[in-house]
């Protein structure tokens, strides 16, 4: 055996000659993959500009420097690029997405809390959005909770402080002040709503502003969903 099972670390040979490389190769790979962190796992081919430890889960379609390492994690060390496969519940924090990524043995999957040895899972994550507040009796955002998305609740803050009410409530269709009601107008304002029990939307909905004491005239909000999703077994 010249290197350990999961992370390929370089083993040394009794008398071998310069250790200090075979140590400091085995600690530049433990450091990478160690860390359990990427910058990204949405390209495909090396960042102009990357610097010595950078580290990235090279997406589908790889090419250049990385041309069939598709689904590795590569790591920028000794002025090129290494690669490793990744184990099957081996874990990593997307930098650029602030997600957590975990390797089922095949492929990536994004927000995992539970998998099944078929193949279902259970994904917890925050679908999280800015919105420029309508003027009028009420704004509506984009549909932000994803279909068949359970919503434990939505938090928020208010960026710009909001014109023409003296205070609003946040829901959705069918509960208008489902996740509170009573908030503040000025910047920094926030909501934290809990939903009563946890509620499945069936499709994708958005979330509904209403002005309370008067009618909106602007202002902008950041608005986070709070959610689990299942998926079916493969």
């Given at each position: 055996?010249?290197?350990?099972q ?19 190769e085995?600690?530049?790979r433990l450091?990478?993959?160690a ?10 081919a ?10 990235f ?6 090419s ?23 184990w099957?519940g081996?874990?990593a924090?997307?930098?650029a997405?602030?997600?957590w ?5 095949v492929?990536w ?14 994904r917890?994550?925050i ?45 959705a269709e ?20 809990v ?9 994708a ?15 902008r909000?950041r ?12």
């Amino acid at each position: 055996m010249t290197e350990t099972q999961m992370m390929g670390l370089g083993l040394l040979e009794a008398a071998q000659a310069q250790k200090h490389v075979t140590v400091n190769e085995a600690l530049l790979r433990l450091d990478a993959l160690a860390s359990r962190q990427v910058l990204s796992a949405a390209l495909n081919a090396p960042p102009a500009g990357a610097i010595e430890g950078d580290r990235f889960v090279v997406a589908e379609e790889a090419s250049g420097d990385w041309a069939g390492q598709q689904g590795r994690i590569a790591f920028h060390v000794n002025g090129g690029w290494e690669f490793h496969a990744p184990w099957a519940g081996y874990r990593a924090f997307d930098a650029a997405t602030r997600g957590w990524l975990v390797h089922d043995g095949v492929a990536w999957r994004r927000d995992v809390v539970a998998l099944s040895a078929g193949g279902a899972s259970t994904r917890a994550r925050i679908v999280e959005i800015d919105h420029d507040v309508a003027p009028g009796a009420s704004s509506v955002t984009v549909p932000v909770i994803p279909d068949k998305a359970v919503v434990y609740g939505v938090t928020g803050r208010v960026l710009d402080g909001i014109g023409g009410a003296a205070s609003w409530s946040l829901g959705a269709e069918g509960g208008p002040d489902r996740y509170g009601s009573g908030i503040g107008t000025s910047a920094g304002s926030f909501v934290h709503g809990v939903t009563g029990a946890p509620l499945a939307y069936f499709s994708a909905t958005p979330l509904v502003l209403t002005a309370e004491g008067g009618s909106f005239t602007g202002g902008r909000v950041r608005l986070a969903v709070h959610l689990v999703e299942l998926t079916p077994p493969g």
